[in-house]
């Protein structure tokens, strides 16, 4: 369905919905109104629940379910009308949930409408999830989360990518995502430009982060490595990214996940979606000595977090080859030069030089996402609820560290066990501050 | 201007012209009329020159000068109607044209008049312009050449990337040329594909070449490093490329230099532009001991043309290192991070990184484009005009070892030179028949 066709029908105009107006809008939807079991706002209840930046998100309840109405609002809600968003996010988003579900349906919220309009998409009520995030805050494990997020990260990049993909569809679905701008624009500003000069939008736990933050800003190395990370960002158009895979975009309960919110979905590099899904464990590794309350305590729990990131990687690249083995049909490595040549073992040897170069890409893609949640404008929970300031500047130092070191030294680290050992050997570092 | 604007104009239909409609067609074009003197067809000679594979070529004099009319054709004109190719073409090559002329007018023909109805541009007819390819096997050597063709490259390609481009206009320009499919689509199946297994149009010196070429479809190295190669051709979103710079897309003089034909321009890597054209430089390398009349005769020419070569890419590299200093606009390697924070030496250490990346890719895209001329669809005149099958084979086999090795090992050479080293060492080879 095409923007424009949409955003002028019936010469309507956009309207944020509150929890009133939400209530009579899905009324008037009939396959949304017959899953909440009810036609008539007056039996339904709505509450406002958003809290991103970005958007509204409203639960409505009826008697026979509840759904999630998220709505995109032209400004960035955090900032106010000063930062104005487009409203096309909402149809960026859409298109890219539509894609993943054609893969990994089982790992988001099903989708039941979309107004390109309103900017606004009906989804399943998630319910008993909860944000990933605040479990790893509040120490909770998660047995099948590594297995599942691996196996979501390769079904989705594989299946948006040349390797798979028609080259005339994703030619043209390059195209519709190019006009992404604005949001991948938050990217490159806030991730890999902003944190490394001294932007008004900066803020870190001061003063005692001020010597690490004011040192990356004069760190020639790793000013160069961000720069190649996003030259990269801007113009390896590898696959359809989510674009914004941190914890928060995940919801778990004990046996299940589901990512959301891919409104920042693009045609990137594969190593972006992995690297910040990484970047995010490795910052609740580092926050864990912040939530102790005996020291130690949390020394198990932050293995489990390493251990999950190995295991998110391995599941990838093993599911990546099974899909190369058995779903390689696009204009890459095509068969009739390797398996029908009799030569599988070339394919497998392009394989793997491919999947090291994803790997190097993940490392300095973590990199960027580590350091620009620790000085940059937007930080992270993990780190953000450690009470007192000079407990939770000892974790951040050494999370910014270990992004400086995944940003300078990315080809450095052969596998996932080396990132790791390096999370446990900062981890140990004493006297940073 | 819209393709589809255009083309549904006033119902009017494409048709192909001939050497009498075309003088119709240009009387009725006021700003070419007026170049040509005339507005009356009767005044005016026509004649059809084309002798590539795609298009109409007109030469439209009157008594006041000429024009060059060229005029695509739905289908491939080598092979006829079998073989259709969008008209979308001629629409593609006339924004890459003004997009270059932006830049560097003098290096292109001057531009009258695009129709994109009839998929027709009018542009100056270059004389005593000749193709730079036909040149070669003669012989002549340009002073200009490296120069020029350095200069333009890094014009065209500096400008028409992230390093210049505002990010909105780039992603825009991106999606724009995405839509070139069927052109790239000739360029990934008979550049990066068909050469490498046993695809019925691929052709060489027969029976000379059959040893050589079935062991390049068996040779595992080679075929996982071009796969590599059209990875990056079909990734690398860095500039707006011309997409098929060989000597047959120059015009030269004693002096001047200009660049034609770039409808399969897309946003690909820098490095397929540089290296298409030092391949070229190198085919006809090979093919000097197969036009000499006496031993040697053409040894100090083969020089001239290596020495071209690294001329083209020092001009390229030095231009390319003025423009990223003086109009690096874009949003990569902001000034903010460099020097305005008084580190230019990062920026510089960024430069040279990025050119390093650049020449790698060069080298690896000229070894794909020597190995396609010599076992796949079409072949260069360089080697075609050599009468003798056994003469001709001896070249080709010494271009397609060259080919292999540039594919193979294209991080083993540091530097252009390297280059000028492997291509000596091999035309000194013997017995590789």
Known sequence: MARSE?????????????????????????????????????????????????????????????????????????????????????????????????????????LFHFDALNALIVMEYLTPHVILRKELIAGKRFDHLAEHMGIFLAETLFHGSDFHLDKAKKKADMALFADNVELCAITENLVFTEPYFDAPLNRWTRPQLDGPARALQSDRAVKVG??????????????????????????????????????????????????????????????????????????????????????????????????WREERTGILYAR???????????????????LGGVFEDAVGFAGAKMVRRLVGLAHVEDMESIGDPDRRAACEVKALLMGRELLVNRTTFGDIYGLSCLARAIRRERNLL
Not at 14 to 19: C, G, K, L, S, T
Not at 269 to 289: E, S
Not at 344 to 351: D, N, Q, V
């Open 6 to 110: 949409e955003s002028l029908a019936g010469g309507r105009a956009y309207r944020a919905f509150d929890v009133d107006s939400v209530k009579e809008y899905v009324a008037g939807q009939e396959e949304v109104a017959e899953r909440l079991g009810t036609k008539t706002p007056g039996e339904m209840r709505a509450r406002e629940v958003g809290d991103g930046n970005l958007n509204l998100v409203f639960i409505v309840e009826g008697p026979g379910g509840a759904v999630v109405v998220k709505q995109a609002l032209p400004y960035v809600r955090l900032v106010g009308d000063s930062w104005p968003l487009p409203l096309e996010r909402a149809y960026f988003e859409w298109n890219a949930l539509t894609r993943q579900a054609a893969h990994q349906p089982h790992r988001l919220p099903r």
């Open 336 to 354: 009739a030069l390797f398996e029908d040549a009799g030569d599988e073992t070339g394919a497998t040897i392009g394989l793997h030089r491919f």
């Open 226 to 323: 961000v720069q190649e990370m996003l030259y990269r960002f801007t113009t390896k158009s590898e696959a359809l990214l989510h674009g914004d895979l941190h914890t928060g975009s995940v919801m778990v309960t004990g046996s299940d996940t589901r990512v959301i919110d891919p409104e920042f979905a693009f045609y990137g590099p594969m190593g972006f979606d992995i690297g910040a899904f990484l970047a995010n464990l490795f910052l609740a590794y580092f926050a864990q000595d912040g939530h102790e309350a005996r020291p130690d305590e949390r020394h198990t729990y932050g293995e489990w977090l390493l251990e999950t990131a190995e295991n998110v990687w391995s599941v990838f690249s093993e599911t990546f080859a099974r899909l």
